[in-house]
């Protein structure tokens, strides 16, 4: 059996279209790096710089409803665990890679560009890096958001609890009111008088009422501080 001779102008052929089916890919390749990096631009962009009143076409058919909440859903867990609900560009955190991959995938699933990105979290996380919850919504249309991504570590377990005396005033005075019943009770018996009466019990309780009173007071007035129906949304910082 005879072997076929080399033919050296062939081979050259082959090589170069071998090159050019190879520098085709590469540049397919850079194409979607190049428009990948700028939808990644893009979207930081459209998060650092949110703006309000925005409505998003999202293809309702495609939607996760359990992903679906109202503003006075949001508005209520707001207050009861003392967050803020507020614009992205007022968010100071980190927005991780795994929410912009969740946004690309939306806006490639919907065929729409995701803007007026919001957040609910803590109000330090809108003056300071934490880690703390937070939760990106997207809106999308008659009060309606939808739930985007959430990450970080889960809120306190006591938190509803603890925030429980900043949603009212109401609230606020009724636990100076336990506190100061509970301090009064500590007071030895007989340490003002020789004679212990219930008039002696409630007239320290007023005093001990006054003295937390004007701490709770003064400490509000001091740092800005105010209820959590009036916060939740507010993008002021003495608030």
């Known amino acids: 059996m005879l072997l076929k001779r080399t033919n050296i102008e062939e081979k050259l052929i082959r090589l170069k279209d071998d090159e050019k089916v190879?520098?085709?890919i590469l540049e397919e390749v850079q194409k979607i790096l190049t428009a990948d990096s700028e939808c990644h631009e893009r979207i930081e962009k459209n998060i650092?710089?949110?703006?309000?009143?925005?409505?998003?076409?999202?293809?309702?058919?495609?939607?996760?409803?359990?992903?679906?909440?109202?503003?006075?859903?949001i508005k209520k867990?707001?207050?009861?665990?003392?967050?803020?609900?507020?614009?992205?560009?007022?968010?100071?955190?980190?927005i991780p890679p795994e929410a912009i991959s969740k946004i690309k995938w939306l806006e490639k699933q919907h065929n729409i560009e995701?803007?007026?990105?919001?957040?609910?979290?803590?109000s330090k996380l809108f003056k300071l890096e934490d880690r703390d919850d937070p939760i990106l919504f997207a809106p999308i249309g008659n009060n309606y958001f939808y739930l985007i991504h959430k990450w970080g570590k889960d809120l306190h377990p006591l938190r509803k609890w603890l925030m429980w005396p900043f949603k009212s005033i109401v609230n606020l005075a009724l636990l100076t009111a336990l506190v100061?019943?509970?301090?009064?009770?500590?007071?030895?018996q007989g340490l003002f008088s020789k004679n212990n009466s219930t008039a002696e019990f409630w007239i320290i309780f007023f005093f001990m009422?006054?003295?937390?009173?004007?701490?709770?007071?003064f400490y509000g007035f001091a740092l800005g501080k105010n209820f959590n129906p009036a916060i939740w949304n507010s993008k002021y910082f003495n608030s």
Do not use: W
């Open 77 to 94: 867990i707001c207050i009861d665990y003392r967050l803020r609900f507020l614009i992205t560009k007022y968010f100071k955190g980190e």
């Open 22 to 24: 190879s520098r085709a």
């Open 114 to 122: 995701i803007q007026g990105f919001k957040i609910m979290a803590p």
């Open 209 to 217: 009422f006054k003295c937390i009173a004007s701490v709770v007071i």
């Open 180 to 188: 100061s019943y509970l301090v009064t009770m500590l007071i030895p």
């Open 48 to 73: 650092s710089g949110g703006k309000d009143n925005i409505v998003n076409a999202f293809d309702f058919d495609l939607l996760e409803t359990g992903r679906i909440y109202h503003l006075d859903q």
